[in-house]
Antibody, heavy 116, light 115 residues
Framework: EVQLVESGGGLIQPGGSLRLSCAAS????????MNWVRQAPGKGLEWVSV???????YYADSVKGRFTISRDNSKNTLNLQMNSLRAEDTAVYYC??????????WGQGTLVTVSS | QAVLTQPSSLSASPGASASLTCTLG?????????IYWYQQKPGSPPQFLLR?????????GSGVPSRFSGSKDASANAGILLISGLQSEDEADYYC?????????FGGGTKLTVL
């Protein structure tokens, strides 16, 4: 059974850094495209970043230069390093697997709150 | 102008059909894109419904009823999610998505109320 479990969220001050992790089971992260998608409270979905199977990465303009997506194949996890955090980064962050570009499995999300 | 525009809300009666639109921005030709549709219910992550580019290039999500279908309106430059035989359980937020300029882009979402 495929499962994605995010961790690392919490309250952080503006300008701070946070590292999110997503523990995958039931498949290997190295074999799939993996994404982060976020949702601000009461708002819509916003795609954040993807790492494709060939290692190519892409980012939303809103996080480019501040966030870094990576995989740890030894731990079968997906990570998101978030630096220079802003209030507008406050959201639930979902780890999402993609198969044939379809976002087929989503984690339950981890809440990041950026506030002083 | 936004890449993808969805009406913020839509209401329909049980048993009726609902047509949810996803309009692509100026200069973005709907014919060239696979449009993905996701459903999100309160307190849960989204779920994949279907993707549609053409009648020969479409895919239904696993377990998604056939009363959910996709199409396009080229004249309106829009993708359409059609839900027929509406049920109370279809009340949810619906999001469209495309891959555009090296990024996945979501529409703002449509809140569908079944009443």
């Amino acid at each position: 059974e495929v499962q994605l479990v995010e961790s690392g969220g919490g309250l952080i001050q503006p300008g701070g850094s946070l590292r999110l992790s997503c523990a995958a089971s039931g498949f290997t992260v190295s074999s799939k495209h993996m994404n982060w998608v976020r949702q601000a409270p009461g708002k819509g979905l916003e795609w954040v970043s993807v790492t494709y199977g060939d290692g190519t990465t892409y980012y939303a303009d809103s996080v480019k230069g501040r966030f870094t997506i990576s995989r740890d194949n030894s731990k079968n996890t997906l990570n998101l390093q978030m630096n220079s955090l802003r209030a507008e980064d406050t959201a639930v962050y979902y780890c999402v697997r993609a198969a044939d570009y379809i976002f087929d499995y989503w984690g339950q999300g981890t809440l990041v709150t950026v506030s002083s | 102008q936004a890449v993808l525009t969805q009406p913020s809300s839509l209401s329909a009666s049980p048993g009726a059909s609902a047509s949810l639109t996803c309009t692509l921005g100026s200069g973005i030709n709907v014919g060239a894109y696979r449009i993905y549709w996701y459903q999100q219910k309160p307190g849960s992550p989204p779920q994949f419904l279907l993707r549609y580019k053409s009648d020969s290039d479409k895919q239904q999500g696993s377990g998604v009823p056939s009363r959910f279908s996709g199409s396009k309106d080229a004249s309106a430059n829009a993708g359409i999610l059609l839900i027929s035989g509406l049920q109370s359980e279809d009340e949810a937020d619906y999001y469209c998505m495309i891959w555009h300029s090296s990024a996945w882009v979501f529409g703002g979402g449509t809140k569908l109320t079944v009443l």
